[in-house]
């Protein structure tokens, strides 16, 4: 597995984890200020941790999962990334 250089503190490798990995690396680098994902068993909430952000999974049938390309039907929902749970200056 290539692993990634982490923003947060260069020349360290580290592995953000999951399927929103890269979501969660553009939130901790700054490109972005919110970023959406999927959650089946931890794609959304495994790299929001690993690289410090915030990361929701919602209630199953809360959010449509249309465009969604599923893993398992039964589990898969739409999730977000932010980089805190404000954005207060």
Same mark, same amino acid.
């Given at each position: 597995?290539?692993?990634?250089?982490?923003?947060? +503190?260069?020349?360290?490798?580290?592995? =953000?984890?999951?399927?929103?990995?890269?979501? +969660?690396?553009?939130?901790?680098?700054?490109?972005?200020?919110?970023?959406? +994902?999927?959650?089946?068993?931890?794609?959304?909430?495994?790299?929001?941790?690993?690289?410090?952000?915030?990361?929701?999974?919602?209630?199953? +049938?809360?959010?449509?999962?249309?465009?969604?390309?599923?893993?398992? =039907?039964?589990?898969?929902?739409?999730?977000?990334?932010?980089?805190?749970?404000?954005?207060?200056?």
């Amino acid at each position: 597995m290539r692993r990634s250089l982490q923003p947060a +503190g260069p020349g360290r490798a580290s592995c =953000p984890g999951g399927s929103s990995s890269g979501a +969660g690396v553009s939130l901790l680098e700054g490109s972005a200020l919110v970023a959406f +994902g999927s959650d089946t068993a931890g794609s959304v909430r495994v790299p929001a941790c690993m690289t410090g952000n915030v990361g929701l999974k919602v209630t199953l +049938g809360r959010w449509s999962t249309e465009g969604v390309v599923p893993l398992s =039907p039964t589990f898969d929902t739409p999730g977000l990334l932010a980089r805190a749970l404000s954005q207060n200056p």
